[in-house]
């Protein structure tokens, strides 16, 4: 915008640029060496906590210890382990189903609160986008543990209601209910958080070309789905990004609510579960690094995917 | 911009980076603080295997002002009270002057603790470990042998049991603390209710829980958490039907299949499947409110149990009483151990002669049992002079009114048959309660998941190069 606003006099300066190449590159040397002076501290700090353990963990895998025997490099004998192992890839489609169903509910039911405090209609706004985001702000240990006692099956209310409508001995944390209680769990968790970044992103859309809809008689419902919409798809693209990689970590919940529902979660329910039972209940440190590694390979694929999948959206 | 990046910055990034992966090798040290109130029980380990700990630092609970010519040790543990008697032994041993943090019960300290020792610095002189642990140190040679120090010199003062669990060869590797042997505890109301008396045997046992199901269909005799595989393997220990042996090195025997085991399984598969026994969570609130509402008459329950379930108390306040174990064969006297813990000495101690000392006057001394006995530790004792006294053994408690429930408990003590722990309990209990949590949901019968079982720990066992005898 404000690019926008300087141009005439930039343009009225820029003809005495061109025959001036050694000054630019001076200034060009000094914003690089500015530059540089403002992304070292982040890089130093993503060095020392990101690229060194990863690093680490990388070459961790490359090794095995045995309680008899020792440690020994195994090239690439954890990675084999890892692929072969069907407990693990179990593991990654259920948190696969998870985010493919979870994201794309939550995020519809973001934006349909993000709508309604974007349009003004809802008297209030600030208050209720506050009670919205509340459970974004509640540790998920805490709220994990408040959806074990409501859905506990010998205490909890919602199963006690299931048997009054009619389902005599349903349970929310069944094997087959564990993964659905989870989604509704993580959707009540994240809309909100959800919803804000939509309406910050509903908020810059610029008001002219809404204003220029209604003055085309356009229905409210054009303006929202075929002109906001499209609008803050960046910011969409950027929230179904961020759920993927949470969707794919899946942890504290299944791990919580396993001390009401013993058994239902395994040892290698979700991959990170997996991983961590692995390096720390069984002691293989070097086979859990290696898992780490592949996941993080699944999670880079299925970004990237969708990053192609984007690109060819907006060229069509 | 990228293009621009210059190699200068790439040779710091390089250079950071190295330095960090040296970081990397020697971080540990202790790095959670739940702080659950418990006593040396195993449960705690077992209860949510999944369960992460966040960091935080770790309190200092004991041993802020000594002399400063003292000789300083780090002592982990996180039975409550514990301070108490640290404090003592520093009052008493002015050369040594002993600190005490509590890490968190059960895993809360074995992670730290593990990565401490496998970083090779960080360690504690001392730590509390549970029995079923102390071999996966011994494999490790993280502990010192603490023969040398005298600890031979006590052997007679402690149950047969724990001293064996302790030895490894002609090696003592820990001193025993507390433990927990196994009995029949009941609700006396509630067994009335229903005409059962305590049983004998186990097949009175089988008749009395399917009765009593059937006079009401809500109640139970007793809850099988099969998902808890201390207790399971504690039980089975009792059946003849230990399914480990293990005596160092590298040969183990793993047997979840053999004929007693079968035997084992297919009894309690029978009451699983005339719903004659609950199936929840031990330990827990849900089972502790069915115990105090008379849905559970009875527990097969542990000397340190009673201290889980007191607090959550309130209609079946003092009617609680200890039998021993029904038995296999009428007539028998065999009891079973439950948890408990032991006080090793390790190897990165720069101070084991000291650190022995405080061991030893930790577990073998009337002087330091006068107080750990006593709540809020109330640990169960494992040194004879202590659980054999009149004093101890008619102690009672508001939850059992006039009884006293350790003079069951403690004769329960002397009659444990000798088991020995494979050197990987950590993933055994964490397998088994992934393994065994079908049988509770009733997608697998016991003995499906003792075979399943019997494959998984087979396989591991393999995979870190043990010989396996099955």
Same mark, same amino acid.
């Given at each position: 915008?404000?690019?926008?606003?300087?141009?005439?006099?930039?343009?009225?300066?820029?003809?005495?640029?061109?025959?001036?190449?050694?000054?630019?590159?001076?200034?060009?040397?000094?914003?690089?060496?500015?530059?540089?002076?403002?992304?070292?501290?982040?890089?130093?700090?993503?060095?020392?906590?990101?690229?060194?353990?990863?690093?680490?963990?990388?070459?961790?895998?490359?090794?095995?210890?045995?309680?008899?025997?020792?440690?020994?490099?195994?090239?690439?004998?954890?990675?084999?382990?890892?692929?072969?192992?069907?407990?693990?890839?179990?593991?990654?489609?259920?948190?696969?189903?998870?985010?493919?169903?979870?994201?794309?509910?939550?995020?519809?039911?973001?934006?349909?609160?993000?709508?309604?405090?974007?349009?003004?209609?809802?008297?209030?706004?600030?208050?209720?986008?506050?009670?919205?985001?509340?459970?974004?702000?509640?540790?998920?240990?805490?709220?994990?543990?408040?959806?074990?006692?409501?859905?506990?099956?010998?205490?909890?209310?919602?199963?006690?209601?299931?048997?009054?409508?009619?389902?005599?001995?349903?349970?929310?944390?069944?094997?087959?209910?564990?993964?659905?209680?989870?989604?509704?769990?993580?959707?009540?968790?994240?809309?909100?958080?959800?919803?804000?970044?939509?309406?910050?992103?509903?908020?810059?859309?610029?008001?002219?070309?809404?204003?220029?809809?209604?003055?085309?008689?356009?229905?409210?419902?054009?303006?929202?789905?075929?002109?906001?919409?499209?609008?803050?798809?960046?910011?969409?693209?950027?929230?179904?990004?961020?759920?993927?990689?949470?969707?794919?970590?899946?942890?504290?919940?299944?791990?919580?609510?396993?001390?009401?529902?013993?058994?239902?979660?395994?040892?290698?329910?979700?991959?990170?579960?997996?991983?961590?039972?692995?390096?720390?209940?069984?002691?293989?440190?070097?086979?859990?690094?290696?898992?780490?590694?592949?996941?993080?390979?699944?999670?880079?694929?299925?970004?990237?995917?969708?990053?192609?999948?984007?690109?060819?959206?907006?060229?069509? | 911009?990228?293009?621009?990046?210059?190699?200068?910055?790439?040779?710091?990034?390089?250079?950071?980076?190295?330095?960090?992966?040296?970081?990397?090798?020697?971080?540990?040290?202790?790095?959670?603080?739940?702080?659950?109130?418990?006593?040396?029980?195993?449960?705690?380990?077992?209860?949510?295997?999944?369960?992460?700990?966040?960091?935080?630092?770790?309190?200092?609970?004991?041993?802020?002002?000594?002399?400063?010519?003292?000789?300083?040790?780090?002592?982990?543990?996180?039975?409550?009270?514990?301070?108490?008697?640290?404090?003592?032994?520093?009052?008493?041993?002015?050369?040594?002057?002993?600190?005490?943090?509590?890490?968190?019960?059960?895993?809360?300290?074995?992670?730290?603790?593990?990565?401490?020792?496998?970083?090779?610095?960080?360690?504690?002189?001392?730590?509390?470990?549970?029995?079923?642990?102390?071999?996966?140190?011994?494999?490790?040679?993280?502990?010192?042998?603490?023969?040398?120090?005298?600890?031979?010199?006590?052997?007679?003062?402690?149950?047969?049991?724990?001293?064996?669990?302790?030895?490894?060869?002609?090696?003592?590797?820990?001193?025993?603390?507390?433990?927990?042997?196994?009995?029949?505890?009941?609700?006396?109301?509630?067994?009335?209710?229903?005409?059962?008396?305590?049983?004998?045997?186990?097949?009175?046992?089988?008749?009395?829980?399917?009765?009593?199901?059937?006079?009401?269909?809500?109640?139970?005799?007793?809850?099988?958490?099969?998902?808890?595989?201390?207790?399971?393997?504690?039980?089975?220990?009792?059946?003849?039907?230990?399914?480990?042996?293990?005596?160092?090195?590298?040969?183990?025997?793993?047997?979840?299949?053999?004929?007693?085991?079968?035997?084992?399984?297919?009894?309690?598969?029978?009451?699983?499947?005339?719903?004659?026994?609950?199936?929840?969570?031990?330990? @827990?609130?849900?089972?502790?409110?069915?115990?105090?509402?008379?849905?559970? &008459? =009875?527990? +097969?329950? $542990?000397? %340190?149990?009673? *201290?889980?379930?007191?607090?959550?108390?309130?209609?079946?306040? @003092?009617?609680?009483?200890?039998?021993?174990?029904?038995?296999?064969?009428? &007539? =028998?006297? +065999?009891? $079973?151990? %439950?948890?408990? *813990?032991?006080?090793?000495?390790?190897?990165?101690?720069?101070?084991?002669?000291?650190?022995?000392?405080?061991?030893?006057?930790?577990?073998?001394?009337?002087?330091?049992?006068?107080?750990?006995?006593?709540?809020?530790?109330?640990?169960?004792?494992?040194?004879?002079?202590?659980?054999?006294?009149?004093?101890?053994?008619?102690?009672?408690?508001?939850?059992?009114?006039?009884?006293?429930?350790?003079?069951?408990?403690?004769?329960?003590?002397?009659?444990?048959?000798?088991?020995?722990?494979?050197?990987?309990?950590?993933?055994?209990?964490?397998?088994?309660?992934?393994?065994?949590?079908?049988?509770?949901?009733?997608?697998?019968?016991?003995?499906?998941?003792?075979?399943?079982?019997?494959?998984?720990?087979?396989?591991?066992?393999?995979?870190?190069?043990?010989?396996?005898?099955?």
């Amino acid at each position: 915008m404000s690019e926008t606003a300087l141009r005439p006099s930039a343009g009225a300066v820029s003809p005495s640029r061109a025959p001036l190449p050694r000054r630019r590159s001076a200034y060009a040397r000094r914003r690089g060496r500015s530059g540089l002076a403002f992304v070292t501290p982040f890089m130093i700090i993503f060095t020392l906590f990101m690229v060194a353990p990863l690093g680490y963990a990388i070459y961790q895998s490359l090794y095995t210890t045995k309680l008899i025997g020792g440690t020994r490099f195994s090239g690439f004998a954890n990675y084999a382990t890892v692929l072969q192992s069907g407990d693990f890839w179990n593991g990654v489609i259920r948190v696969i189903i998870f985010g493919g169903i979870q994201i794309p509910v939550m995020l519809a039911i973001a934006f349909f609160f993000a709508t309604i405090f974007d349009l003004g209609i809802a008297k209030w706004g600030p208050v209720f986008r506050a009670v919205y985001f509340i459970p974004f702000a509640v540790p998920i240990v805490v709220s994990s543990l408040m959806w074990g006692f409501l859905l506990d099956p010998a205490y909890g209310p919602f199963n006690r209601f299931m048997n009054v409508i009619g389902f005599h001995g349903f349970n929310w944390l069944s094997s087959n209910l564990m993964l659905p209680s989870i989604i509704i769990i993580a959707i009540w968790e994240w809309t909100g958080y959800n919803s804000v970044i939509l309406y910050t992103a509903l908020k810059s859309v610029p008001r002219d070309v809404v204003e220029a809809a209604i003055l085309d008689d356009t229905p409210l419902w054009k303006i929202i789905l075929r002109i906001k919409l499209p609008l803050v798809r960046p910011a969409i693209v950027m929230l179904v990004f961020i759920n993927t990689i949470g969707a794919m970590q899946l942890f504290i919940e299944p791990s919580i609510l396993n001390n009401y529902a013993p058994g239902v979660v395994t040892a290698t329910w979700t991959p990170v579960i997996d991983i961590y039972n692995t390096s720390i209940a069984d002691g293989e440190y070097q086979l859990g690094a290696a898992m780490a590694v592949v996941l993080a390979f699944v999670v880079i694929a299925i970004s990237v995917a969708s990053l192609a999948f984007r690109r060819r959206r907006e060229f069509r | 911009m990228l293009s621009r990046k210059s190699s200068e910055v790439f040779i710091g990034v390089a250079a950071v980076a190295a330095v960090t992966l040296l970081a990397a090798c020697s971080s540990g040290g202790p790095s959670s603080s739940t702080t659950t109130p418990t006593t040396s029980a195993s449960a705690s380990s077992t209860a949510s295997a999944t369960a992460s700990a966040s960091p935080s630092s770790t309190p200092v609970l004991a041993g802020a002002n000594c002399s400063s010519s003292a000789t300083h040790l780090t002592f982990w543990a996180w039975v409550p009270g514990m301070s108490r008697a640290v404090t003592e032994f520093n009052a008493t041993h002015p050369n040594i002057c002993v600190t005490l943090q509590d890490p968190g019960a059960g895993s809360g300290e074995y992670v730290p603790l593990n990565n401490a020792l496998k970083a090779g610095t960080g360690a504690p002189d001392v730590a509390e470990v549970e029995f079923d642990l102390l071999p996966s140190y011994e494999i490790q040679h993280y502990l010192v042998n603490l023969v040398p120090y005298g600890a031979n010199t006590y052997k007679s003062d402690f149950a047969a049991w724990a001293w064996s669990q302790v030895s490894q060869g002609s090696g003592v590797y820990a001193m025993p603390s507390d433990f927990g042997p196994m009995g029949f505890y009941y609700d006396k109301a509630t067994l009335a209710t229903y005409h059962v008396t305590p049983p004998t045997t186990w097949s009175q046992f089988a008749t009395d829980a399917i009765a009593m199901h059937k006079a009401n269909s809500r109640a139970y005799l007793i809850d099988f958490p099969a998902n808890d595989p201390q207790w399971l393997m504690d039980m089975m220990a009792q059946a003849g039907a230990w399914p480990f042996s293990y005596t160092g090195g590298a040969n183990l025997t793993i047997d979840w299949t053999g004929a007693a085991q079968e035997k084992f399984a297919s009894f309690w598969q029978s009451l699983i499947n005339d719903h004659a026994v609950a199936s929840i969570t031990d330990l @827990g609130t849900e089972e502790n409110t069915d115990m105090d509402t008379g849905v559970l &008459g =009875a527990a +097969v329950y $542990s000397a %340190w149990a009673p *201290s889980y379930f007191a607090p959550d108390v309130k209609h079946s306040m @003092g009617q609680w009483r200890a039998a021993p174990l029904p038995q296999w064969s009428a &007539g =028998a006297s +065999v009891g $079973s151990d %439950w948890g408990g *813990s032991t006080y090793p000495v390790f190897s990165e101690s720069k101070h084991p002669a000291q650190a022995a000392e405080f061991s030893e006057w930790l577990t073998a001394t009337s002087q330091s049992w006068n107080i750990v006995k006593t709540p809020p530790s109330s640990l169960f004792p494992t040194f004879l002079p202590t659980l054999q006294s009149a004093s101890f053994k008619s102690l009672t408690y508001p939850i059992s009114g006039t009884s006293q429930p350790n003079q069951v408990f403690s004769a329960g003590a002397l009659s444990i048959p000798l088991t020995t722990w494979p050197p990987f309990m950590t993933q055994v209990l964490t397998q088994g309660a992934s393994t065994f949590g079908g049988v509770v949901n009733g997608k697998e019968t016991l003995a499906q998941a003792f075979a399943t079982f019997q494959g998984q720990e087979v396989a591991y066992a393999k995979s870190q190069g043990f010989n396996v005898t099955t």
